[in-house]
């Protein structure tokens, strides 16, 4: 192909996007399938639009509005969302690898098994999102608001949500494996069944937090709130629990094998079936424990 046929391709190419971002800003056309990649959206009004299925493969899509959009197996790999507003958006199955949300709202959005590897989440609202299913490996999500969201079966391995608000998040079957939690903010979350294996929780609220059967195996959990929390059939072999809260936790069943338990609070905890050898309980405070088996 000549030089000239490739530059007027090109042309019409670029031609071509411009049209159709102005027509999907102007009003709520359908641009199932399109190919934008690459196209300034920047500020555009896309509300409610059909973009299922669309290339926005690098798009400049920074303060858009893509409220209720259609986003279904969108191609936004690359694409910078900054500050976008997609409240309530269906962005199920979409790919937004390496993709830059910062400050974006996604509250009620639809992220049902969406790839978000590699992007940038910082300062992003999932407040009641669905994410069940998606990959957010490695992702950076610190301090971000995601109380009350759907992360059922969520793939979070190697994740930091330090400081990250999870409310009320279910996390049922959660993939958190060296995830970072410092500081989390998790009363009332769901994570019966999760892989936290390797997990940073220092400092993490984990009042009333469901556990059952979650395993936490060698997680640091020093420092941290468990009052009430039920960690029936948990596995917390080897587990860091310095001077944490366990006040009136469920313990039921547990395996506290070779745990770390110095300085920790105990009150009123029930510890029926629970296993406890070789676990340092010094300075162990266990005033009113239920069943305390011999350590």
């Not at 994410?131 to 950076?140: E, Q, T, Y």
């Not at 929780?201 to 997680?219: F, M, Q, S």
């Amino acid at each position: 192909m000549s030089h000239i046929k490739s530059v007027k391709m090109e042309k019409t190419k670029q031609a071509l996007n411009e049209e159709q971002g102005k027509q999907a800003a102007e009003s709520e056309v359908n641009l199932s399938g399109a190919d934008l990649a690459g196209a300034n959206l920047s500020g555009a009004d896309l509300a409610g639009a059909n973009l299922s299925k669309i290339n926005l493969r690098g798009a400049n899509l920074r303060e858009a509005n893509l409220q209720e959009a259609d986003l279904w197996e969108a191609d936004l790999r690359e694409a910078d969302l900054r500050e976008a507003d997609l409240r309530e958006a269906d962005l199920r199955e979409a790919d937004l690898y390496g993709a830059n949300l910062g400050g974006a709202d996604l509250s009620k959005a639809d992220l049902r098994g969406a790839n978000l590897t590699q992007a940038n989440l910082s300062g992003v609202n999932l407040w009641e999102a669905n994410l069940r299913g998606a990959d957010l490996r490695g992702v950076n999500l610190i301090g971000v608001t995601l109380s009350e969201a759907n992360l059922r079966e969520v793939n979070l391995r190697g994740a930091n949500l330090s400081g990250a608000d999870l409310r009320w998040a279910r996390l049922n079957d959660a993939d958190l494996r060296e995830a970072d939690l410092r500081e989390a903010y998790l009363v009332g979350a769901n994570l019966i069944g999760a892989d936290l294996t390797g997990a940073n929780l220092y400092g993490a609220n984990l009042v009333w937090v469901d556990l059952v059967r979650a395993d936490l195996v060698e997680v640091n959990l020093s420092g941290v709130n468990l009052y009430r929390a039920n960690l029936a059939g948990a596995d917390l072999r080897r587990v860091n629990l310095v001077g944490a809260n366990l006040s009136e936790a469920k313990l039921s069943e547990v395996s506290l094998n070779e745990a770390n338990l110095v300085g920790a609070n105990l009150t009123g905890a029930d510890l029926t079936g629970a296993d406890l050898s070789g676990a340092d309980l010094t300075g162990t405070d266990l005033t009113g424990a239920k069943a305390l088996p011999a350590a």
